[in-house]
């Protein structure tokens, strides 16, 4: 059974910061694409950040200098570092798993997400 754990949301002030962690159990870790998206109500999820299986970060151009994603396969674990954080922020945060670009099929799993709150 798969699962995507994430922990590390809060509620923190403008301009704080939150490390983000999410953890992966019942796939294989290392030929899985991780990604963190964020979510507000009446809105349509958002692509905060991805890990690509070999480690390269992509960034939208709206958390770049500000987010940092990171995985460490020994934990099965993907990162978010949340720096110089903004009201505009405040979401429900996501992890996902994609394996679909190194299982050359549809292969993808979430988690059931993390509230962060930045108050202005």
């Known amino acids: 059974q798969v699962q995507l754990v994430e922990s590390g949301g809060g509620l923190v002030q403008a301009g704080g910061s939150l490390r983000l962690s999410c953890a992966a159990s019942?796939?294989?870790?290392?030929?899985?694409?991780m990604e963190w998206y964020h979510q507000v109500p009446g809105k349509q999820r958002e692509l905060v950040a991805t890990?690509?299986?070999?480690?390269?970060?992509i960034y939208p151009d709206s958390v770049k200098g500000r987010f940092t994603i990171s995985r460490d396969s020994a934990k099965n674990t993907v990162y978010l570092q949340m720096n110089s954080l903004k009201p505009e922020d405040t979401a429900v945060y996501y992890c996902?798993?994609?394996?679909?670009?190194?299982?050359?099929?549809?292969?993808?799993?979430w988690g059931q997400g993390t509230q962060v709150t930045v108050s202005s």
């Open positions: 996902g798993a994609d394996g679909s670009r190194r299982l050359y099929r549809a292969s993808r799993y």
């Open positions: 019942g796939i294989i870790f290392s030929l899985y694409d």
């Open positions: 890990i690509t299986s070999s480690g390269a970060p």
